[in-house]
């Protein structure tokens, strides 16, 4: 299992920086057909429309990094002070709950995407790009997500199977106040002999 997990983590790092790079390029070529639309009065053509394609994009590779990585929201004012157990089945619920959003979108989008295959399907726009490029790789985008939450729900189940109620609560469960604290300043706090945490 903690290869899979492994594997999941390389598979959606690797979605973030390939989008986080669409992102940067899309930027610049905004800004070269500002300075030539101000300038020379001339464009490029499709800046607006490749850009939109990329933002659908870069999102659906994100989703499932950000899940990793608990960036997603989560209302945890009572999560803080319920039983364990209880904790450990509202971590289960919320991938649940992730999974009957994600099954079918998943199931509509590549409907869509085969459409736009079998009909040819090109945007009306002076690029006639083929839709089904871009509605792959936002379909790619939402897979792995879907995948790496099945995952996450497979790993938090074995581990809570095992008694592992906190590796379980570490893979699936909120971030504690303690963890956001290190992501934010950058600096590991450790808990003291007296029982108090120590920068």
Same mark, same amino acid.
């Given at each position: ?29 905004? &800004? %070269? ?61 919320? +991938? %649940? ?14 409907? %869509? ?25 936002? +379909? &790619? ?59």
């Amino acid at each position: 299992m903690n290869k899979i997990l492994a594997f999941t983590e390389i598979l959606n790092r690797a979605g973030v920086w390939v989008g986080g790079a669409l992102l940067f390029l899309t930027s610049f070529m905004i &800004a %070269v057909e500002v300075v030539l639309r101000k300038l020379f009065s001339i464009s490029m053509g499709g800046a607006d429309e490749l850009s939109s394609y990329v933002l659908a994009i870069s999102c659906s590779w994100a989703f499932g990094f950000a899940l990793l990585r608990k960036a997603h929201i989560r209302i945890d004012i009572f999560y803080t002070r319920l039983p364990e157990k209880i904790r450990s089945v509202l971590d289960v619920l919320s +991938l %649940v709950t992730f999974l009957a959003y994600l099954a079918p979108l998943v199931y509509f989008a590549f409907w %869509v995407v085969r459409t736009s295959v079998v009909r040819h399907s090109a945007a009306n726009t002076p690029l006639q790009t083929p839709l089904w490029i871009p509605q792959g790789l936002w +379909l &790619a985008g939402l897979a792995v997500f879907l995948f790496t939450t099945v995952v996450l729900l497979i790993g938090t189940i074995i581990r809570l199977a095992n008694k592992d109620v906190q590796g379980a609560q570490q893979l699936s469960g909120p971030c504690t106040l303690e963890e956001e604290i290190e992501e934010e300043s950058g600096v590991h706090l450790e808990e003291s002999a007296t029982g108090g945490q120590r920068w």
